[in-house]
């Protein structure tokens, strides 16, 4: 995992973090060396799958612009698309 993911996951970290399924799991399983490793992201999303929180995590995910890892039961290329289209209707709605 790098720095920047790390510092993202661990200093402020949301209130709903705590209640998110992948608190018990290293966050290193959510931070798979880009998009390559199909078991370990597979495992994440799993994981992701039954979250309480999933919607809250992708939500921090999209305005904090995070562009690694897994968030929200979205792989980083999932997130980029889902961002360009967050961003428009956020300026749509402006």
């Known amino acids: 995992m790098t720095q920047a993911a ?3 996951i661990t200093d402020q970290s949301p209130g709903w973090r ?3 399924a992948c608190a018990g799991y290293p966050d290193s399983l959510f931070f ?3 998009e390559i ?3 370990q ?3 994440a999303l799993e994981i992701c799958s039954g979250c309480k929180v999933v919607d809250d ?3 921090y995910a999209l305005e904090s612009n995070q562009r690694s890892g897994i968030w929200g039961g979205t792989t980083e290329k999932e997130r ?3 961002r360009r289209r967050w961003l428009a209707d956020r ?3 402006a």
Do not use: T
């Open 6 to 8: 790390h510092h993202a």
């Open 41 to 43: 992201i597979a495992m």
């Open 57 to 59: 995590c992708l939500e």
């Open 91 to 93: 300026k749509r709605s």
């Open 32 to 34: 798979p060396l880009g």
């Open 37 to 39: 490793d199909e078991a």
């Open 80 to 82: 980029r698309s889902l």
């Open 18 to 20: 705590s209640f998110a």
